[in-house]
Structure formats: structure tokens, C-alpha cells
């Protein structure tokens, strides 16, 4: 974007580069103007500006005596000044002037006692009254307007000036990248669900022959530094077109308009070079749901732009030469539902913190240009930075390379890579965004429970992946499972095995750590869910029998519902609920205990790997003369369709 910059400025002229200096000038030639015009024809006409004549502060009592003293000839007498003109021969006398002392009475009566002529005069601060009365707030108004618009000016690159202030030419930064997929190392599932793009993008017309849409939005999401920027460059990269990036926050200035303006050029020029992708990276900025307006009421710039944002995407066609929208962001869950929908941004790509084996890939593309010492050793880097992002390993290679420079070093020995992952975990742990090992620790134990829980009870959905990479803020690791396709129905032991894989966890804890955590809470809301419903909703308990205690708005779990019911009843639903969850989590404690080997297995392997597939669990389980539950019904090339089942 810099070298964009630079070139603007000498062209720019003397308004543009010296506001400041222009108002000064502008200032002082009014006031230099008006000065001169009110001293001379003005209202005091008490010649004032005769060159002659001079002027002497006095106090009033001097002034007083000047005129009991018949020393003065003419007399003004202004709201707060009274000057007196000194008897003279000729024109060259002296002004007293003195500041009034009010009431004086006495005044007017000395005056007539003496025959000195007096007049009452308007003050003649007319000058200095302009100039703090409106000049100089204007003059204010100005400067603080110019020094913004300068700044403004600044921060979008250069260009425009006051005239310009929604010309986005410089906050656009347009290049042809030649960085490719393999510069971004990992993330496998990302780069194939993107690949397709890169088709689109290179022959359209095989699509568009057929009548198909070419998609015009896709949401990259994923935690801050994992390569989400990089992923879209290279599917440019890849496509060989124009890669056109923007901040989200850079469309939101201080005046309503501009961000859809900029929205405007922004498109426009993209399909000047279509085919290209526009990036927007943090596009929360500006697609944070309209509904949640802050507290400053409703945010009209930002609507404004999401607004110009969602007609330009409706607006454009892909079908010649398509612009193709990638976004980033990091909390899809605030943006407005507006954006997610069919032709705009409805396709979704997780990207993801890397897991060990990624981590190893991401080292290695990152260390191609260090010369490496022999000793070094990246699985242990590896090992040594569970739960980063591909950036922070960026950094921990230049970090390392950094401390060898610094020693004189010819190579970059092991120990630099320690410490350069010291420093860049203690610099996290401030921003806490690693986990510790006792904290990992904890997760590969529940995280196993909730696996070996889910094979080996009838009923319960089978193990596609387990992890401890953490996701996001909330969960620190997860079980996905394999939900059967077309099902519509659950049958009671499948909601008890339910409940029971959801108990795993808890149950995990307590037997493999001996102490309880809170990493449970989702789980045990769920499970208590579940056995509400069963009681109230769908006929499975004792306590109504079929009676329905709950007439539900929404047919989900966990959706609003009516209650219907008495005290008693109430009574009676909290134990049942109660009785069961007891009756389950033994159950459970139960099983792993019988299981402990493969647990203890499982937890190691994890705490290694961090990524277990459902496979190795089941493999685990046999090998440690476990009884995995095969599903009737299960078909072998399901397809494998994910539920996250949170820590
Ligand atoms: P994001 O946009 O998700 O915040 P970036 O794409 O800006 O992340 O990543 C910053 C830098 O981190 C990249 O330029 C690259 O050097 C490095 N990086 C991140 N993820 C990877 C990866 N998977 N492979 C290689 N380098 C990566
Ligand atoms: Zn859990």
C-alpha cells in the first residue's frame, strides 16, 4: 500500500498540504482589515488613530481629577472606559483613558461643573469583540476541521484532501499476488473447499453454460492469524487475477455516506479487472447484525454501507468475468443474517488453528529461507506450541532467527527456537489465548470420556473426530460425531445413550484427574435438557405418564415453551430429573472405569497429537478388549455430516 502513498503528495497543492498556515493568513488579514476600519471611520470618532496623539492608561481617581482640574477638553464615556482628551495647543495632546468606576454619580455633575464637553460613546472593542465574538471560533471551527481532514487524509493513503474525503482509491490495496496453496501449509479441508473457486475464477464459462450460478460470497472463518488473509490470496494467486483488499474498518469514517460511497468504488473498480476477488477482511466492522445497534442508538454509517454492501452484491453478475467476495472474520455469529443469505456471503470455510501435524507443515514453510543449525528439531517446536496460529509460528521462526543474528550466530541452533517460544507464549498467556498443560490435561481426559462413552453404548452416534485443539472462546476441545442421515425420530435408549455420552466428560474427570471442573457446564445443561423433555414433552417418564407438561413454541430442545403444571408436579419433575442424571453418571463412572486402559490410552495419544479420528478410538477400545457397538444400520460411506458436541 506504501508505495502507493508517497507519489501523491508532491502533487498536492498549497491547500491541501498547509491548511493550517492558510487559515492563520486568512485570519490575520481580517482581523488586519477590520482593525483598521472601525479605528477609522468608525464608531468612536474620538480620533483615536490620529498619529499624534498618544495614549496613557490612567486610573479613574486621575482621570477624575484631570477634569475637576479642567486638564481635559472632551470627554467620551463608554460601558466601561471613559477617556478624556487633554487641552492642547494643537492636535498633539494625550488620551487618558481610565477604566470606569460604576456608580460614580458624581460623574456627569463634575463634568458640568468643569464645561468640558462630553459624549456617550458604544465601547470601541468593536474589533476585539469581533474577534473573540465569531472570528476566532471560526477560526477554530476551521482548524480543527482542516487538522481532521488531514488526518483523515492520512489514514486512507494519501489523495483527495477536503474535497476528497470519500475517495477510496488509497484504502483499496489491488495487486496480483504470487503466493499460492502451497504457501499456506495445513488446513487441507480450507484449501478444497476454496479450490473451487479457483475454477470458477479461471473458466467461468463452464459453468455459466450450463446455467449455473458462479457463488459471488464466501465467509472465511476462523481465530485471528490462522491464515485467513493468506488463504485468499493465494486462491487469487492460484487464479492469476487481481486481488482487491480492504479492512472492514476502514469503511466506517465519522461522515454518514462515506463507507457506501467507498463500498461503490470498491466494486466498481473490481469488475473494471474482473475477473478478480475482493477481500474484506474484519468484515464484522461493518456487517455486525442491525439488530444490535450500541448504545448510542442505531449506528447510521455503518447500516448505510452494509446496506451499499448488499446491493452491490446483489447488483453484479458473475456471469462474464466474475468478482468473487472473500470475507473474513472471526465471529460469524454477529454478522447479519442479511449477509448469509443465497447469493451473498452463503457458502462458510472454517479455518482453523492448526493441530500438531500442522503445525509441523506451517514450520516448514516458514523456514525455508533460515539456515537451521543441525540440532534443531521441529516436532518439539511443534509440541512446544500447541493451540498457536500459523502466524505466532511466523513469528517464533523470525523471533529465533532474530536471536541468533543478535549472538553473531552462522545458524539458528534449537535453543533459539525455545526461547523465541517462551517469549511468544508469555507474550499469549497476557492475552491468554493458550491453554496450559494441566488445562490440556484436563480436556484430553473429558474429551476421551465422551468418545469411548459414544462407542461403546448402543444407540449413541459414533466418534468421526476428537480434539483438544481449543475452538474459539468457548470450547477447549470436541467430540464430533457422525449423526445417521435422514433421522427424524430418537428412541428412548438413544436419547438415555445421549445423555450418557454427555455425562462422559464429567465422568471422565472424576475418575482419570480425581477432581471436577467447570469444563462441564455445557454438557450437564444438555443432558438436563433432555431429560426434561423426556418427562414433559414427549410421554417418557412416570410422573404425567402421556400427559404433555409442556406445550413447546418450538419444536426443538431447548426452545420457549408454556408450562403447565402444578407445584407438586414441579415438584416431582426436579427429582425425577434429578434420580436419572444420578442414575446415568454412575452408570457412566461405571463403564470407564472398566474402560481406564483405553481412556488412559486415548488421553495420552491426544495430548500428543491433539486430533484423534473415530477410527483410533475404536481401534483403542479393541485393543484394550473393549466391546465397540456397531450400529445395525450403520452404512459404511456415510456421509459424515458434523455436530459439535462443546467441552
Ligand atoms: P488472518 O487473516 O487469519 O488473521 P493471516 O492470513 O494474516 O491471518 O496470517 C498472517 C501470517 O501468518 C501469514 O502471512 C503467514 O505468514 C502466517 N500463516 C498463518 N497461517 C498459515 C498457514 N496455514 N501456513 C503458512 N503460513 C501461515
Ligand atoms: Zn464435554
Known amino acids: 500500500m506504501n508505495n502507493q502513498d508517497n507519489n501523491?503528495?508532491?502533487?498536492?497543492?498549497?491547500?491541501?498540504?498547509?491548511?493550517?498556515?492558510?487559515?492563520?493568513?486568512?485570519?490575520?488579514?481580517?482581523?488586519?482589515?477590520?482593525?483598521t476600519f472601525f479605528s477609522q471611520g468608525g464608531l468612536d470618532n474620538f480620533s483615536l488613530s490620529n498619529s499624534s496623539t498618544s495614549t496613557r492608561n490612567v486610573s479613574y481617581s486621575k482621570l477624575k481629577s484631570l477634569i475637576k482640574n479642567k486638564q481635559v477638553d472632551y470627554v467620551t464615556i463608554g460601558n466601561t472606559k471613559i477617556k478624556g482628551m487633554e487641552k492642547s495647543l494643537n492636535s498633539r495632546g494625550t488620551v487618558y483613558v481610565a477604566r470606569r468606576v460604576i456608580p460614580d454619580l458624581s460623574l456627569i455633575p463634575d463634568l458640568e461643573k468643569?464645561?468640558?464637553?462630553?459624549?456617550?460613546?458604544?465601547?470601541?472593542?468593536?474589533?476585539?469583540?469581533?474577534?473573540?465574538?465569531?472570528?476566532?471560533?471560526?477560526?477554530?471551527?476551521?482548524?480543527?476541521?482542516m487538522f481532521l481532514a488531514k488526518k483523515m487524509q492520512k489514514s486512507m493513503g494519501g489523495g483527495g484532501g477536503l474535497l476528497g474525503i470519500g475517495s477510496s482509491k488509497k484504502m483499496i490495496n489491488s495487486e496480483k499476488p504470487n503466493v499460492n496453496f502451497d504457501d499456506m501449509a495445513g488446513n487441507k479441508e480450507a484449501k478444497e473447499e476454496v479450490a473451487e473457486i479457483v475454477d470458477f475464477l479461471r473458466s467461468p464459462q463452464r459453468y455459466v453454460k450450463l446455467g449455473a450460478q458462479i457463488p459471488k460470497g464466501v465467509l472465511l472463518v476462523g481465530p485471528p492469524g490462522t491464515g485467513k488473509t493468506l488463504l485468499a490470496k493465494a486462491v487469487a494467486g492460484e487464479a492469476e487475477v487481481q486481488f482487491l483488499s480492504v479492512t472492514g474498518s476502514s469503511f466506517i469514517e465519522m461522515f454518514v455516506g462515506v463507507g457506501a460511497s467507498r463500498v461503490r468504488d470498491l466494486f466498481e473498480q473490481a469488475?473494471?479487472?474482473a475477473p478478480s476477488i475482493i477481500f474484506i477482511d474484519e468484515i464484522d466492522a461493518i456487517g455486525k447484525s442491525r439488530a444490535s445497534g450500541g448504545p448510542m442508538g442505531g449506528n447510521d454509517e455503518r447500516e448505510q454501507t452494509l446496506n451499499q454492501l448488499l446491493a452491490e452484491m446483489d447488483g453484479f453478475s458473475s456471469d462474464g468475468a466474475p468478482v468473487i467476495v472473500l470475507a473474513a472474520t472471526n465471529r460469524p455469529e454477529v454478522l447479519d443474517p442479511a449477509l448469509l443469505r443465497p447469493g451473498r456471503f452463503d457458502r462458510q470455510v472454517l479455518v482453523d488453528k492448526p493441530d500438531y501435524e500442522g503445525r509441523i507443515e506451517i514450520l516448514k514453510v516458514h523456514i525455508k529461507d533460515v539456515k537451521l543449525a543441525k540440532d534443531v528439531v521441529l516436532e518439539e517446536?511443534?509440541?512446544?506450541?500447541?493451540?498457536?496460529?500459523?502466524?505466532d509460528l511466523a513469528n517464533i521462526i523470525n523471533e529465533a532467527a532474530l536471536l541468533a543474528g543478535r549472538e553473531n550466530k552462522d545458524e539458528v541452533a534449537h535453543v533459539?527456537?525455545?526461547?523465541?517460544?517462551?517469549?511468544?507464549?508469555?507474550?499469549l498467556e497476557k492475552k491468554?489465548?493458550?491453554?496450559?498443560?494441566?488445562?490440556?490435561?484436563?480436556?484430553?481426559?473429558?474429551?476421551?470420556?465422551?468418545?469411548?462413552?459414544?462407542?461403546?453404548?448402543?444407540?449413541?452416534?459414533?466418534?468421526?473426530?476428537?480434539?483438544i485443539v481449543p475452538r474459539g472462546l468457548a470450547a477447549l476441545g470436541y467430540t464430533l460425531n457422525t449423526p445417521e442421515e435422514n433421522k427424524y425420530l430418537m428412541q428412548k435408549h438413544e436419547l438415555?445413550?445421549?445423555?450418557?455420552?454427555l455425562l462422559g466428560g464429567r465422568a471422565a474427570e472424576k475418575v482419570f484427574i480425581n477432581e471436577i471442573s467447570t469444563g462441564a457446564g455445557n454438557d450437564l445443561e444438555r443432558a438436563t435438557d433432555i431429560i426434561k423433555s423426556m418427562a414433559c414433552v414427549y410421554g417418557m417418564s412416570d410422573i404425567a405418564g402421556l400427559m404433555v407438561l409442556e406445550k413447546r413454541t418450538n419444536q426443538f430442545i431447548g426452545g420457549q415453551s408454556q408450562k403447565d403444571y402444578s407445584e407438586q408436579?414441579?415438584?416431582?419433575?426436579?427429582?425425577?430429573?434429578?434420580?436419572?442424571?444420578?442414575?446415568?453418571?454412575?452408570?457412566?463412572?461405571?463403564?470407564?472405569?472398566?474402560?481406564?486402559?483405553?481412556?488412559?490410552?486415548?488421553?495420552?495419544?491426544?495430548?500428543?497429537?491433539?486430533?484423534?479420528?473415530?477410527?483410533?478410538?475404536?481401534?483403542i477400545i479393541k485393543a484394550n478388549g473393549g466391546s465397540v457397538f456397531e450400529d445395525e444400520d450403520l452404512h459404511s460411506e456415510k456421509k459424515e455430516k458434523e455436530e459439535d458436541k462443546k467441552v
Request: no cysteine; proline share 1%.
Open 496 to 501: 438415555i445413550a445421549e445423555i450418557d455420552v
Open 432 to 467: 491468554s489465548r493458550r491453554i496450559s498443560e494441566k488445562e490440556r490435561k484436563i480436556v484430553a481426559f473429558h474429551e476421551s470420556g465422551h468418545a469411548l462413552i459414544a462407542e461403546v453404548t448402543k444407540g449413541a452416534k459414533k466418534v468421526n473426530k476428537v480434539s
Open 271 to 273: 469488475k473494471k479487472v
Open 8 to 35: 501523491n503528495n508532491q502533487g498536492g497543492n498549497f491547500f491541501n498540504n498547509n491548511p493550517l498556515l492558510v487559515f492563520v493568513i486568512f485570519a490575520v488579514v481580517v482581523i488586519v482589515i477590520f482593525k
Open 569 to 619: 408436579t414441579a415438584k416431582e419433575l426436579d427429582s425425577f430429573i434429578k434420580n436419572t442424571l444420578d442414575e446415568r453418571y454412575l452408570h457412566v463412572l461405571e463403564t470407564l472405569e472398566e474402560n481406564s486402559k483405553s481412556i488412559n490410552e486415548m488421553a495420552g495419544e491426544l495430548l500428543e497429537t491433539e486430533v484423534i479420528s473415530g477410527e483410533r478410538v475404536r481401534e
Open 381 to 391: 517446536v511443534a509440541r512446544m506450541t500447541a493451540g498457536l496460529a500459523g502466524a
Open 114 to 145: 468643569s464645561k468640558i464637553s462630553y459624549s456617550g460613546v458604544s465601547e470601541d472593542n468593536v474589533v476585539s469583540d469581533m474577534l473573540f465574538g465569531w472570528i476566532l471560533p471560526i477560526f477554530i471551527f476551521f482548524a480543527i476541521w
Open 416 to 427: 533459539d527456537f525455545k526461547e523465541a517460544v517462551e517469549r511468544q507464549i508469555a507474550g
